[in-house]
């Protein structure tokens, strides 16, 4: 019976006026304690109601520039905490992990569209596996090659990744073929 009462109470509210309700309730029989009561709202409930305020609003990110300063210097930044990384126990390993960062000048940009394998092995495999698993379109994905003329140069993939862009330095590391191993949240 209590629970037709607090059912009737909830309908009463929907329909009717607080203090109608509660006398209608009270006619009918029950319990005054448990009838509703009407409040007015407070008044500072009119400070949550305003129209005019932008919530949620996005700015379109930018994607950045192969020749970009701040690109170069992150990038910098993971080539410096890779060199220091690599144990180089011999002469040459030690002259390739002194010339490494040296050899970097920057980024120029190179077209998505028929990178194959003949390009870069792994850069068109980091390429075909960001498509497929992360379901990326090939219009949003930026490849930027390193500057000058190099055996292996560095490639960067860039694509949009919630509200950053995702980029991965590939061929920086030879001797790992996971394109995930060395990469970071730009800007």
Known sequence: MLKIGVLIGALCLSFVSGATCAQDMVAAGLNP??????KE????AKVFDNQTENLGSVKELTPPECSSTELYDKVMNIVNDYSQKVKAETILAKRKQALLPANISGF????TQGFNTTT???TANALLMIKIN???????ILIC???GKHNTPLFLIIYPYSDNYKVYVINLDRW???YKDISFIYP
């Not at 709202?41 to 500072?44: L, R, V």
Request: hydrophobic letters at 25%; aromatic letters at 4%; zero cysteines.
């Open 176 to 178: 790992s073929d996971d």
């Open 41 to 44: 709202t407070s008044s500072n």
């Open 120 to 122: 870069d092995f792994n």
């Open 134 to 140: 992360e379901k990326v379109l090939e219009d949003d």
């Open 33 to 38: 304690e448990i009838t509703p009561i009407a």
């Open 145 to 147: 090659e390193q500057n």
């Open 108 to 111: 120029h940009k190179v077209p």
